[in-house]
């Protein structure tokens, strides 16, 4: 899943300004795969940004109906079909991310997953969003 996004902030299919320099200055393929391998070995922190805690119920029941199946229980994705590692995730990187997706303009995003998200109120947002950024996958977590 790294290589996928680190390939398409280098090709402009994606926009992360702190990332760009980094994702050009990679223009052999198999620097890119290894970086993006050695990435994927680190562990996930565990104290990242929480949202704000005020209506995890509605935030569970979003990401069990809408976002479990492709992201998984933990938050652990798959990387086998490009679906992202959502544990550890800070609350407003998710936000800002679920925020573009929904108003179609991370161009890079799932077709699937534009579908699901742009029905979202604000409020519904905010409550998945809370919900993700307090996910652990316990394989994976910082020690």
């Keep these: ?19 760009y320099p980094f994702a050009v200055s990679l223009t052999d393929q198999q620097e890119l795969a290894d970086v993006s391998a050695y990435i994927q070995t680190l562990p ?8 704000p805690g005020t209506n995890l119920e509605e ?9 479990v199946e492709c992201h998984g229980a933990y938050g652990e ?6 679906y992202p590692v959502l544990a550890g995730q800070h609350y407003k990187y998710l ?10 303009k991370r161009r890079n995003a799932n077709p699937d997953m534009v579908k699901i998200v742009e029905g979202y109120t604000h409020e519904q947002q905010v409550a998945v ?4 950024s307090r996910l652990e996958w316990p394989e994976r ?3």
């Excluded at 029941?61 to 976002?67: G, I, N, P, S």
């Excluded at 994705?77 to 490009?82: L, S, T, Y």
């Excluded at 969003?129 to 993700?132: A, E, H, S």
């Design 1 to 19: 899943m790294i290589i996928k996004q680190i390939a398409d902030i280098r090709a402009g299919r994606r926009d992360n300004v702190i990332m």
């Design 44 to 51: 996930i922190p565990t104290d990242n940004g929480k949202g």
């Design 59 to 67: 935030g569970k029941m979003l990401f069990d109906r809408d976002c």
């Design 77 to 82: 994705g798959d990387a086998e079909k490009f």
């Design 95 to 104: 936000l800002r991310q679920i925020s573009e997706i929904a108003e179609k």
């Design 129 to 132: 969003v809370d919900y993700m």
């Design 141 to 143: 977590q910082q020690k």
